[in-house]
């Protein structure tokens, strides 16, 4: 009876070994897709709150460009960020959630429309978004949620978006670009731009304000309402006004808007903001995330939006839908469904973009949203190429869609396939992805190799509720004058900027990849090496390692690691390589031995038919 307890107990281990190392903080895959335990490559460092970014809070003094600093005394909705230089750029897609902490401006503009002249007014705005400067140390630097723009780019946004049809179906527009004081007191506290074809109330695209108080007068100014995305260049600080149904380029040096990007005139897509158009099919255009490419190149991902990611020429023109997602097919059984059943089931529909950046080559890489019924987050990461076309290698033990086996047999587990909400890439084409699922972050190679995971969900500090953006983090260490790489997320959920720093094992890693990807083959196997002594079922360590040697010429060590790897491309390769060094070093005895064998073919025959000759000779003089 104590054996069959006893091999029972060992048998239940077994089985569950996978469900534990799977439930653990850091594992990998191995070749046959079995969870296992791996060294950490991500550490949690630290978790920044609002009240820590603001630590330097005496010596900081808001600019013009911030209004309301007295109301706004936590992150509400942080949606995005983005790093430039030893600058970290934060985005509160919501700094006054409602209409209790709304922030009053003073402002130029009539009561209503029929009023004759513009005079000043206290008007209440929330969702009004901010933006927040950091410093290497975490600490705020500026901020800012209110901003000029230019004349041109205000008259492109009144004819742009707001507009009704008269008796001759000519666009009347609602706006005047040149004389924002004619704004109505309404629309600048409207908090939406959605039509009410009732009494046509819309949020106002800008407003006159009186931002420079060095100089008399008023400026035209916009705020930013329910921002989504972010993104930072040498001049510039493009924003996502998502709810404002518009991207905004921001100069850095006076943070006067002078880019502007409007609804993309693909027609049948988006409403084009058409009083006459009652009732529509088409779609609020409601831009999530933007990256910006070395020749001004805009690309966003719109919500709701299935055509692919929206590109924008230099000029701020449309100009294509790229990347589209394939249509996820319906299971087989679904013609077995009653009407009822199958009007249950999420639409047949592409699967929508949820993040994106640029690699060194100016790339896209993105991230997608999985159909909700699937069990796997099969290919939701793209690497997207000039033509539109996914490239991404995929040449790992397991494809680079973040949990490939997850325990759904213990309880409490969190089930279904990966989320991935932010994606980023350094400089060595590593990526990591952030996983909303079970608050992961996979981090992979340019060959599509999973090299580590790192993180949690949980209620702790160091645990991930809701990722919203990733970004790698790159900062000068003056003892040594290294560069210390971070990756920074900024978690939702929590409403804090999560600090991760790269552990030794991680840095080898690192460094082991990179070094193979600038061509120092012996650098990199040296890296590996020291890889597989700090843990030893790391397979990833042999086959860098193999790569090395093979690269090297020597195919016989090479095909060792890769036997120890698993990986049969790789020993493919190698043999192919050492069979080919084979013959040319036995190509002398080779051919001896076939001209050898060859001649002694050939005398054999001769012999044969010479002897048959005779035999026969014979028998005919026997008879």
Same mark, same amino acid.
């Given at each position: 009876?104590?054996?069959?307890?006893?091999? =029972?107990?060992?048998?239940?281990?077994? =089985?569950?070994?996978?469900?534990?190392?799977?439930?653990?903080?850091?594992?990998?895959?191995?070749?046959?897709?079995?969870?296992?335990?791996?060294?950490?490559?991500?550490?949690?460092?630290?978790?920044?709150?609002?009240?820590?970014?603001?630590?330097?809070?005496?010596?900081?003094?808001?600019?013009?460009?911030?209004?309301?600093?007295?109301?706004?005394?936590?992150?509400?909705?942080?949606?995005?960020?983005?790093?430039?230089?030893?600058?970290?750029?934060?985005?509160?897609?919501?700094?006054?959630?409602?209409?209790?902490?709304?922030?009053?401006?003073?402002?130029?503009?009539?009561?209503?429309?029929?009023?004759?002249?513009?005079?000043?007014?206290?008007?209440?705005?929330?969702?009004?978004?901010?933006?927040?400067?950091?410093?290497?140390?975490?600490?705020?630097?500026?901020?800012?949620?209110?901003?000029?723009?230019?004349?041109?780019?205000?008259?492109?946004?009144?004819?742009?978006?707001?507009?009704?049809?008269?008796?001759?179906?000519?666009?009347?527009?609602?706006?005047?670009?040149?004389?924002?004081?004619?704004?109505?007191?309404?629309?600048?506290?409207?908090?939406?731009?959605?039509?009410?074809?009732?009494?046509?109330?819309?949020?106002?695209?800008?407003?006159?304000?009186?931002?420079?108080?060095?100089?008399?007068?008023?400026?035209?100014?916009?705020?930013?309402?329910?921002?989504?995305?972010?993104?930072?260049?040498?001049?510039?600080?493009?924003?996502?006004?998502?709810?404002?149904? *518009?991207?905004?380029?921001?100069?850095?040096?006076?943070?006067?808007?002078?880019?502007?990007?409007?609804?993309?005139?693909?027609?049948?897509?988006?409403?084009?903001?058409?009083?006459?158009?009652?009732?529509?099919?088409?779609?609020?255009?409601?831009?999530?995330?933007?990256?910006?490419?070395?020749?001004? *190149?805009?690309?966003?991902?719109?919500?709701?939006?299935?055509?692919?990611?929206?590109?924008?020429?230099?000029?701020?023109?449309?100009?294509?839908? =790229?990347?589209?997602?394939?249509?996820?097919?319906?299971?087989?059984?679904?013609?077995?469904?009653?009407?009822?059943?199958?009007?249950?089931?999420?639409?047949?529909?592409?699967?929508?973009?949820?993040?994106?950046?640029?690699?060194? *080559?100016?790339?896209?890489?993105?991230?997608?949203?999985?159909?909700?019924?699937?069990?796997?987050?099969?290919?939701?990461?793209?690497?997207?190429?000039?033509?539109?076309?996914?490239?991404?290698? *995929?040449?790992?033990?397991?494809?680079?869609?973040?949990?490939?086996?997850?325990?759904?047999?213990?309880?409490?587990?969190?089930?279904?396939?990966?989320?991935?909400?932010?994606?980023?890439?350094?400089?060595?084409?590593?990526?990591?992805?952030?996983?909303?699922?079970?608050?992961?972050?996979?981090?992979?190679?340019?060959?599509?190799?999973?090299?580590?995971?790192?993180?949690?969900?949980?209620?702790?500090?160091?645990?991930?509720?809701?990722?919203?953006?990733?970004?790698?983090?790159?900062?000068?260490?003056?003892?040594?004058?290294?560069?210390?790489?971070?990756?920074?997320?900024?978690?939702?959920?929590?409403?804090?900027?999560?600090?991760?720093?790269?552990?030794?094992?991680?840095?080898?890693?690192?460094?082991?990849?990179?070094?193979?990807?600038?061509?120092?083959?012996?650098?990199?196997?040296?890296?590996?090496?020291?890889?597989?002594?700090?843990?030893?079922?790391?397979?990833?360590?042999?086959?860098?390692?193999?790569?090395? =040697?093979?690269?090297?010429?020597?195919?016989?060590?090479?095909?060792?690691?890769?036997?120890?790897?698993?990986?049969?491309?790789?020993?493919?390769?190698?043999?192919?390589?050492?069979?080919?060094?084979?013959?040319?070093?036995?190509?002398?005895?080779?051919?001896?031995?076939?001209?050898?064998?060859?001649?002694?073919?050939?005398?054999?025959?001769?012999?044969?038919?010479?002897?048959?000759?005779?035999?026969?000779?014979?028998?005919?003089?026997?008879?």
């Amino acid at each position: 009876m104590k054996k069959k307890i006893l091999f =029972l107990t060992i048998l239940l281990t077994f =089985l569950l070994v996978p469900t534990f190392v799977i439930g653990a903080y850091s594992y990998n895959y191995d070749f046959f897709k079995n969870p296992i335990y791996s060294s950490e490559g991500l550490t949690f460092k630290d978790a920044i709150d609002f009240s820590e970014i603001f630590k330097n809070e005496q010596s900081f003094i808001d600019s013009e460009n911030f209004i309301g600093g007295d109301k706004i005394k936590k992150f509400i909705d942080l949606s995005d960020l983005a790093v430039y230089g030893d600058e970290i750029y934060i985005l509160d897609g919501a700094a006054t959630a409602s209409s209790e902490t709304a922030v009053k401006i003073n402002v130029y503009a009539k009561k209503e429309a029929s009023d004759k002249a513009p005079t000043e007014q206290t008007a209440e705005v929330y969702k009004n978004s901010g933006i927040y400067v950091l410093n290497s140390d975490y600490t705020i630097k500026e901020r800012m949620n209110i901003f000029q723009i230019t004349k041109e780019a205000a008259v492109q946004l009144a004819q742009a978006y707001y507009y009704e049809r008269d008796s001759l179906n000519q666009k009347v527009y609602l706006f005047d670009g040149e004389h924002p004081e004619n704004v109505t007191l309404s629309a600048i506290e409207a908090n939406t731009i959605l039509i009410d074809n009732n009494n046509k109330k819309i949020r106002a695209p800008f407003f006159a304000y009186d931002l420079d108080k060095t100089t008399d007068g008023y400026e035209t100014c916009v705020l930013l309402n329910s921002a989504t995305g972010l993104y930072v260049t040498e001049d510039y600080i493009y924003v996502a006004d998502s709810g404002n149904a *518009r991207v905004l380029g921001i100069r850095k040096s006076d943070y006067v808007i002078d880019k502007v990007f409007t609804t993309p005139n693909d027609e049948g897509t988006f409403y084009m903001f058409d009083y006459a158009e009652t009732a529509t099919t088409k779609i609020l255009y409601q831009p999530a995330k933007i990256v910006v490419d070395g020749s001004g *190149r805009l690309y966003t991902i719109a919500k709701n939006t299935y055509q692919g990611i929206i590109e924008y020429n230099q000029q701020g023109e449309f100009n294509r839908f =790229l990347g589209k997602n394939l249509v996820t097919k319906r299971s087989w059984w679904s013609f077995l469904l009653s009407d009822e059943q199958y009007s249950k089931l999420s639409l047949n529909l592409p699967s929508e973009f949820t993040n994106l950046t640029l690699d060194d *080559r100016q790339l896209i890489y993105a991230t997608a949203q999985p159909d909700p019924s699937a069990t796997t987050a099969a290919e939701m990461i793209k690497l997207i190429n000039t033509s539109g076309k996914d490239v991404l290698k *995929r040449n790992g033990y397991v494809k680079p869609d973040g949990d490939i086996n997850y325990a759904s047999y213990v309880k409490p587990a969190i089930e279904g396939s990966s989320k991935f909400t932010a994606i980023d890439v350094n400089k060595d084409r590593i990526y990591s992805v952030a996983d909303a699922t079970r608050g992961r972050i996979f981090t992979y190679d340019e060959e599509g190799n999973l090299l580590y995971v790192s993180g949690e969900k949980g209620d702790l500090e160091s645990n991930i509720k809701n990722p919203v953006a990733l970004r790698y983090f790159n900062v000068s260490n003056k003892a040594n004058n290294n560069s210390l790489e971070y990756v920074l997320l900024l978690d939702q959920g929590a409403g804090t900027l999560m600090i991760y720093e790269t552990t030794q094992f991680g840095k080898l890693v690192n460094e082991a990849t990179s070094l193979y990807l600038n061509n120092d083959i012996h650098g990199a196997k040296a890296k590996w090496e020291e890889v597989s002594k700090m843990n030893s079922n790391y397979e990833l360590a042999y086959v860098g390692i193999g790569k090395s =040697l093979l690269r090297n010429g020597q195919y016989e060590e090479a095909m060792k690691n890769f036997e120890l790897g698993h990986n049969a491309t790789y020993y493919s390769d190698a043999f192919k390589q050492y069979r080919n060094d084979l013959l040319k070093e036995n190509f002398g005895i080779l051919m001896t031995g076939i001209v050898l064998v060859s001649a002694a073919g050939v005398a054999l025959i001769v012999t044969k038919k010479i002897y048959e000759k005779n035999l026969a000779r014979s028998k005919r003089e026997e008879a």
